[in-house]
């Protein structure tokens, strides 16, 4: 196998997969390479001269099927500093039947070789098929309730920057986890490194045989947050706190908002985390999220780090050899 | 074989030294069948009494001879859906299945809930389909759960009972009725019992599978709630009621509850959820969605238990042919539905190889218990039935392979799945309608 760039790929041992569609199917070392590669990129980033070549005349296309702001700039940032020419292309919801939507797009854009779809949809495994029907690697940037990998590895490098592992953590992860593919993928990850992983919510918003996940289950957050080294909140959409998953959003922010009150319950060095974006005064209080515990700033810079890690570790694997016809 | 060569044949025909199982009389021993005018005329033990002058005989070296399967749950797409599955394709799907009979579904484009729609789907599959054809017509004006449909002139047009199909009557009221009315023509009312409310957005079943899977669940208590009402409008009004098929072993005990009541209680299960579980979903495999959804192995081992005793009546395909545009999606947002008829004998022999059900139970379900609920002759290998008979090579291993099936759609979740047991020939009112070429 031919390839570009041999001086970086060969410190890749450990990572062999042509795709991230998800943390499952990561082993340990897998995700402390890849958190590794990041740490590297985090200086890079830091540094005047933000570009390494490793992507160069690469095609990557970030193909989002839901909206969002921070996580595809992130990721067109990441690409362009690795010399990769992006392109974005959002894909509203359209009239279109979604399904037919997401094959046809995803065969036109096949059709134009790219060598990296990052891939955002409202439905849980639509990435894993569009991986099926394209030559290219896929990134997944979120699929429905499932998995976003990427938020997941960048949580777990803020974490590993300011605790230095994951041995003896106690992880809160608190709120909607339901619906939220950043929880699935950080209870993954977090196991996978050892950390005690707890879940804290509303049990309206608590998936059925949530313990099978290996996570302990909270419905309150005093008990949930004792003791804990980092709280993660989880972003509520406006849509659930009408009545239909909890009552109210004054309801909701009295018992799982997290203000400076139940953030004490937590171990006095504990750090606050949140995907964002934020909804203020819902699932976290503005003094909480902009206090000297909260680690939301820095996840936003880590996200570029990990996603440039990412793209590093598949540029392996990609399609397009050099020299081929 | 082209259909008009099919109709034309009527010599008379005895198969010799077949191993024929007939649950109905118990009959499991070598003997020989004649056959006459499309009619069973004699079943005996050893040798055939009397060969008719001209006979065609066949030779069955030990093989069963069964009675041909009757499906009761068979979706076709005609008309509508043409691209998906015709009556000429299901038919001959059925035939290399050894279905001799469907029961359609009304859940078309048009609805069948007109006496003229009966009729045309008769008429079309008469001509078009190589086993019979049974129209099931609409419970309600248009699936839509309010109006009940003309059950005695759409009865008497051939339709052989009364479902909304894939949809569920919500309104209890509607149901009441419909089941008292359907009293006096002493029709089958079959009902899919799914509580759309509490099926929500689900899209398969809810527990651990679907958490992993990030993918909205669907709790066991929509097909049990829904059951338990059911039952109670049942006894309420002493109508035939039918759950078209369950899927949970508390279903199951609600069913054994109703019949030690002796209410006129029956339900069926399909192949599919007696062979796989929730598991086999895997990475978001569409072709496993089905309604009601796989459950778990505890579920899945009570479905075959309701079989063995016989508190589950009947085993049905639930034959849904989807193709990519309905499947090709994300799971959540791609359509229900397995083809079915080419696999229903395999995977409910599954159970028989393994030890978990007679074979005689199996086939009851399959053919005589089906036959005794539409109220048909046929179901049974016995003297002056239709002869409607399949040959069985019981034993026979083989991998089911997509390409090969001969339902116009291709959506099956045995893709791969090693089988023993395999339809030899088909007979329908006693013309051969499919032979094994690789036999």
Not at chain 1, 115 to 136: E, P, S, T, W, Y
Not at chain 1, 212 to 235: H, N, Q
Not at chain 2, 344 to 355: C, I, K, W
Not at chain 2, 392 to 416: M, Y
């Amino acid at each position: 196998m031919t390839r570009e760039n041999p001086t970086s790929t060969a410190r890749l041992p450990a990572f062999a997969h042509r795709h991230l569609l998800g943390i499952e199917g990561l082993t340990p070392p897998e995700i402390l390479t890849l958190l590794d590669l990041a740490e590297e990129a985090v200086d890079i980033s830091r540094q005047v001269e933000k570009k390494k070549a490793v992507l160069r005349g690469r095609t990557q296309i970030n193909l989002f099927f839901e909206a969002s702001t921070r996580t595809q700039s992130s990721f067109e940032l990441a690409g362009k500093r690795l010399g990769a020419d992006v392109m974005n292309m959002s894909v509203g919801s359209s009239s279109v039947k979604k399904g037919e939507t997401l094959i046809d797009t995803a065969m036109t854009l096949n059709a134009m070789n790219p060598d990296i779809l990052v891939v955002r949809h409202h439905a849980a495994g639509a990435v894993h098929l569009l991986a099926q029907k394209v030559g290219c690697s896929v990134i997944n940037a979120g699929d429905g309730a499932h998995e976003h990998p990427t938020q997941a590895l960048l949580d777990a490098l803020t974490i590993r920057r300011h605790k230095g592992g994951f041995g003896e953590l106690v992880v809160a992860i608190c709120g909607d986890i339901l619906h939220s593919r950043v929880a699935r993928s950080n209870i993954l990850l977090l196991n996978a490194l050892g950390a005690q992983v707890r879940c804290v919510g509303p049990s309206t918003l608590l998936p059925k045989a949530l313990d099978r996940l290996g996570v302990e289950i909270f419905t309150d957050m005093k008990s949930g947050l004792r003791d804990a080294d980092i709280v993660m909140m989880l972003r509520l959409q406006r849509e659930r706190m009408d009545g239909s998953f909890v009552p109210s959003v004054r309801e909701y922010f009295h018992f799982f908002g997290l203000d400076q009150e139940k953030l004490a319950f937590a171990k006095p060095d504990a750090l606050v985390m949140h995907p964002g974006p934020m909804n203020r005064g819902v699932e976290i209080d503005s003094a909480v999220a902009d206090g000297a515990q909260s680690l939301i700033r820095e996840q936003v810079e880590m996200g570029v780090a990990v996603r440039m890690a990412v793209l590093e570790a598949l540029s392996a694997h990609l399609p397009n050899r050099p020299g081929a016809a | 074989m082209s259909l008009s060569a099919i109709r034309a044949e009527a010599r008379p025909l005895v198969i010799t030294g077949a191993r024929i199982v007939d649950p109905t009389s118990g009959l499991d021993a070598i003997g020989s069948v004649v056959v006459v005018d499309g009619l069973i005329r004699d079943v005996a033990r050893g040798a055939a009494p009397g060969v008719p002058e001209g006979a065609t005989i066949i030779e069955a070296r030990g093989k069963a001879l069964l009675p041909g399967l009757i499906d009761m749950r068979v979706f076709v797409g005609e008309p509508g859906a043409e691209h998906r599955e015709t009556f000429a394709s299901a038919g001959q799907a059925a035939a290399a299945g050894g279905v001799t009979t469907i029961v359609t579904m009304p859940d078309t484009d048009p609805v069948i809930d007109d006496v003229a729609l009966v009729d045309f789907i008769a008429r079309l599959a008469r001509d078009t389909a190589a086993v019979n054809v049974l129209p099931m017509a609409a419970l309600t004006k248009g699936l839509k759960g309010r109006e009940m449909t003309e059950f005695g002139l759409l009865g008497a047009a051939g339709a052989v009972g009364f479902t909304d199909g894939r949809h569920s009557i919500t309104n209890a009221l509607v149901l009441r009725r419909a089941l008292t009315y359907a009293r006096d023509f002493g029709a089958l009312i079959m009902h899919h019992p799914a509580d759309p409310d509490l099926v929500g957005s689900g899209v398969m079943n809810e527990g651990e599978t679907a958490t992993r899977l990030g993918l909205p669940g669907i709790p066991r208590e929509a097909e049990i709630i829904m059951l338990e009402r059911d039952i109670r409008i049942a006894a309420l009004t002493g109508g035939r009621y039918h759950a078209a098929q369950i899927s949970c072993a508390a279903s199951l005990d609600i069913i054994r509850r109703a019949k030690k009541q002796g209410l006129a209680v029956s339900c069926g299960v399909s192949a599919t959820h007696l062979a796989l579980n929730e598991r086999d979903v895997g990475p978001y495999r569409t072709f496993y969605r089905l309604a009601p959804p796989l459950r778990d192995e505890d579920d899945r081992l009570a479905m075959i238990e309701g079989v063995a005793d016989g508190s589950i009546d009947v085993i049905v395909s639930s034959h849904d042919p989807q193709d990519v545009d309905t499947k090709r999606h994300p799971f959540a947002e791609a359509a229900d539905g397995a083809v079915g008829l080419e696999t229903l004998l395999a995977a409910a022999l599954r159970p028989v190889h393994n030890g978990e059900a007679s074979l005689a139970s199996v086939v009851r379900a399959l053919s005589a218990r089906p036959a005794e609920l539409l109220g048909l002759p046929s179901g049974r290998i016995a003297a002056g039935a239709p002869a409607d008979l399949i040959l069985v090579d019981l034993e026979q291993p083989w991998i089911c392979e997509a390409d090969k099936l001969h339902s116009r759609s291709k959506n099956t979740p045995f893709e791969g799945a090693r089988f023993e047991g395999r339809v030899l020939m088909t007979l329908v009112g006693g013309r051969t309608v499919y032979k094994d070429n690789e036999a």
